[in-house]
């Protein structure tokens, strides 16, 4: 007797547990044993109830009846999983109204590290694989029901979660962590995105660059290259997480003495970026339209409005501007309508090295290829974006610093034997690392090419998702350094909140810049007099 009550617990218990954390899994791993998490879910619990008395009245659920219930839970089970993804990779739950638009993307990064045809088999099987598992554990739930033992142990383990309820103990999941709550969740995201969509309008109806008299336009920065030089995934993160802070923080500590050696003078603040963990181009758009873009359609939005951004006001200014992108594999239609005269992909560049992880090519071959490709010159109206990608996730393989002529390093012999082996057992130590590398790159080519007459800016796009660089102090804060060795150029900061030097001060009254704020800012502080001022 006691051996047919163990074969029927043996059977039941496990697939009722195995569907109590499918159905409420939760969106941060570390939960997963959290007390929301701990009871049984509520619609398994019913689904048991309901086949125990089912079985009491004669009745037992055939393969049909329990392959509609696998139907029916595995779109909750994806859509848990959909916010477990977007929990770990962006640092929010999953948006139904924006982030299928999100895929391909994804796509690109996981395939810089899976062959295109392992990771095409992995995806087709994981719904196969998910709703095989459902199936099994429907079935192990309701085939014990068959025999009075299995029958007994059922309604031991619900009056048992009953008792515990009612005792103050997590005898059931909360029912938002249940299925009719998934759905619930998901329609409510959905309801908000289509505001957010609403309220652009009215963004769109402002034009900071049109308030602007054309002759007063960005007037005192007139025959000087300005360039922006994105540094992928720097946020503040990475100077408040104890496992990279020495590294960062020494790093800067370094650049500023080298730059300060070489004549440049430094900024340092701190900006809100618009995401977390990815989406870099949301980031770069936010800037150069001064308009919030957290979700790919609110850019698509942007773009299709004509509104002129700050590149365009560059553009109109006198300035040629250029866009070097070498994560770009294919055309960049978008970069007309952002306002750049040229862009530069990966096949613009000479660079026939190894790539690095998703980076195509390092940071020391970009700006040595840039170097060649779009000299900057004293007095030059060059205005010119870039984006470093040496510090983009996976963080592995990383390059090694490479001493050599700018010759080598733009195509890539500099780099011939490189170690491409990855190692994602220390992807937050070789983010790091990544940083300190992009960050030297770039102080490299600061002091050997940049003249005395340019403005530079640079920013992070986002800091890295939490289990990488612990977003806890940092938040969406990345760090912004303004650099020129014409001081004159850093006068009209003065008033943003700003520190000397290339170390952010980190304090709770420190003021942040909305990066959707830092376009009209920039406009005020370098155009003729306005009634706004700076």
């Known amino acids: 007797m006691l051996k047919a009550y163990f074969s029927a617990a043996l059977r039941l218990l496990p697939a009722l547990l195995l569907l109590s954390l499918a159905v409420g899994l939760p969106a941060v791993p570390g939960a997963m044993l959290g007390p929301d998490h701990r009871g049984l879910a509520v619609e398994p619990a019913l689904a048991l109830a309901a086949g125990l008395i089912a079985a009491y009245a004669g009745w037992r659920p055939g393969r049909r009846c329990v392959a509609a219930a696998a139907l029916l839970t595995l779109p909750v089970v994806l859509m848990r999983l959909a916010d477990l993804v977007a929990q770990m990779v962006a640092g929010r739950p999953f948006q139904p109204a924006f982030d299928p638009a999100l895929i391909p993307a994804l796509w690109d990064v996981l395939a810089a590290s899976l062959h295109p045809l392992l990771l095409t088999l992995v995806v087709a099987l994981i719904p196969g694989l998910l709703l095989g598992l459902l199936f099994l554990a429907f079935a192990g739930l309701m085939r014990p029901l068959a025999v009075p033992a299995g029958r007994r142990v059922a309604l031991g383990v619900l009056l048992g979660a009953l008792t515990l309820q009612l005792a103050g103990i997590e005898g059931f999941q909360p029912p938002a962590r249940g299925m009719v709550a998934a759905w619930r969740d998901q329609g409510e995201r959905w309801v908000a995105g289509r505001e957010v969509k609403a309220h652009l309008a009215a963004a769109l109806a402002e034009d900071p660059v049109g308030a602007i008299p054309p002759a007063e336009l960005l007037s005192a920065l007139r025959g000087r290259p300005v360039v922006l030089a994105w540094v992928e995934s720097y946020g503040l993160s990475a100077l408040t997480d104890p496992r990279h802070e020495a590294v960062v923080a020494g790093r800067l500590s370094a650049l500023e003495a080298a730059l300060s050696a070489s004549g440049f003078h430094a900024l340092t603040g701190l900006v809100e970026s618009p995401v977390l963990g990815g989406r870099s181009w949301l980031a770069h758009g936010t800037l150069r339209a001064g308009i919030r873009q957290d979700q790919p359609v609110l850019q698509g939005a942007v773009l299709a409005s004509g509104r002129p951004g700050l590149v365009n006001a560059f553009q109109g200014a006198g300035w040629h501007t250029v866009a070097a992108m070498p994560g770009l594999s294919g055309p960049w239609p978008e970069g007309a309508r952002w306002g750049f005269d040229l862009t530069l992909n990966r096949s613009a560049f000479p660079y026939e090295g190894p790539a690095f992880g998703w980076s195509p090519m390092p940071d020391q071959a970009l700006l040595a290829a840039v170097e060649q490709q779009v000299p900057l010159k004293p007095g030059q109206p060059l205005f010119l974006e870039m984006v470093l990608t040496s510090s983009h996730a996976p963080w592995t393989p990383l390059p090694s610093w490479r001493e050599a002529s700018v010759t080598a390093l733009a195509d890539g012999s500099a780099f011939a034997g490189a170690d491409l082996a990855p190692?994602?057992?220390?992807?937050?130590?070789?983010?790091?690392?990544?940083?300190?590398?992009?960050?030297?790159?770039?102080?490299?080519?600061?002091?050997?090419?940049?003249?005395?007459?340019?403005?530079?800016?640079?920013?992070?796009?986002?800091?890295?998702?939490?289990?990488?660089?612990?977003?806890?102090?940092?938040?969406?804060?990345?760090?912004?350094?303004?650099?020129?060795?014409?001081?004159?150029?850093?006068?009209?900061?003065?008033?943003?909140?700003?520190?000397?030097?290339?170390?952010?001060?980190?304090?709770?009254?420190?003021?942040?810049?909305?990066m959707q704020d830092l376009m009209e800012k920039l406009l005020n502080a370098y155009s003729g007099p306005r009634p706004r001022g700076v």
Do not use: F
């Open 423 to 514: 190692d994602y057992l220390d992807m937050a130590g070789h983010y790091a690392r990544s940083i300190d590398y992009s960050l030297r790159a770039l102080g490299d080519w600061l002091v050997r090419a940049v003249p005395d007459d340019a403005l530079v800016l640079v920013l992070g796009d986002h800091p890295a998702v939490g289990w990488i660089a612990d977003e806890a102090e940092g938040g969406h804060k990345v760090p912004l350094h303004i650099l020129s060795r014409d001081p004159s150029l850093l006068q009209p900061l003065k008033g943003w909140g700003l520190v000397d030097g290339m170390l952010p001060e980190v304090t709770p009254d420190n003021p942040v810049i909305p």
